[in-house]
T-cell receptor, first 114, second 111 residues
């Protein structure tokens, strides 16, 4: 069974640009969550999608958005990039049903804003 | 929000036992997870506790006390490959599958 796949693995963008990151969950998983990881703040929750609906959102500005498609693949978008958005963006998927299940993480996309 | 605290760094010797503590303050607690993350890699699941008590899985064990808002991860027979960051994460009822992470404990295993 393939794991969670994130593309691209590395990305360099200029301040002010926008970026779209992609996540393909494990087959059969309907929940996809996005996290930002930085050395200072650790892993911070961005948002979670389930069956194409955003079910929960973290404390990030509106420049951060996401969506989920009918095949459960998800994208996140960041507009008007700032230097502080440089981070590792991790996607995690969980199987359908039951909250006592682990989240499986992808390798992440390393975003550098210059 | 949730406050999740764990030590920033720990050092232990190969073959020894180490305990990594995690305290949390939250409402609607619905499970505590431990993840391991090696540098440059994705976090990988280690353990899950939702009821009080000890869960043992090979060399790794995790304990939970909901009344105290306290958990620990116990690593026995430490190996060099156990050098990694250990992340404590809490799930709450109103947040779906979202996990709220502590900042992680960086463990260094020395010969």
């Amino acid at each position: 069974k393939a794991g969670v796949t994130q593309t691209p693995r590395y990305l360099i963008k200029t301040r002010g640009q926008q970026v779209t990151l992609s996540c393909s969950p494990i087959s059969g998983h309907r929940s996809v969550s996005w996290y930002q990881q930085t050395p200072g703040q650790g892993l911070q929750f961005l948002f979670e999608y389930f069956s194409e609906t955003q079910r929960n959102k973290g404390n990030f500005p509106g420049r951060f958005s996401g969506r989920q498609f009918s095949n459960s693949r998800s994208e996140m978008n960041v507009r008007t990039l700032e230097l502080g958005d440089s981070a590792l963006y991790l996607c995690a998927s969980s199987p359908t049903g039951g909250l006592n299940t682990e989240a499986f993480f992808g390798q992440g996309t390393r975003l550098t804003v210059v | 929000g949730q406050n999740i605290d764990q030590p920033t760094e720990m050092t232990a010797t190969e073959g020894a036992i180490v305990q990594i503590n995690c305290t949390y303050q939250t409402s609607g607690f619905n499970g505590l997870f431990w993840y391991q993350q090696h540098a440059g890699e994705a976090p990988t699941f280690l353990s899950y506790n939702v009821l009080d008590g000890l869960e043992e899985k090979g060399r790794f064990s995790s304990f939970l006390s909901r009344s105290k808002g306290y958990s620990y991860l116990l690593l026995k027979e430490l190996q060099m490959k156990d050098s990694a960051s250990y992340l404590c994460a809490v799930r709450v009822r109103h947040s779906g599958y979202a996990l709220n992470f502590g900042k992680g404990t960086s463990l260094l295993v020395t010969p």
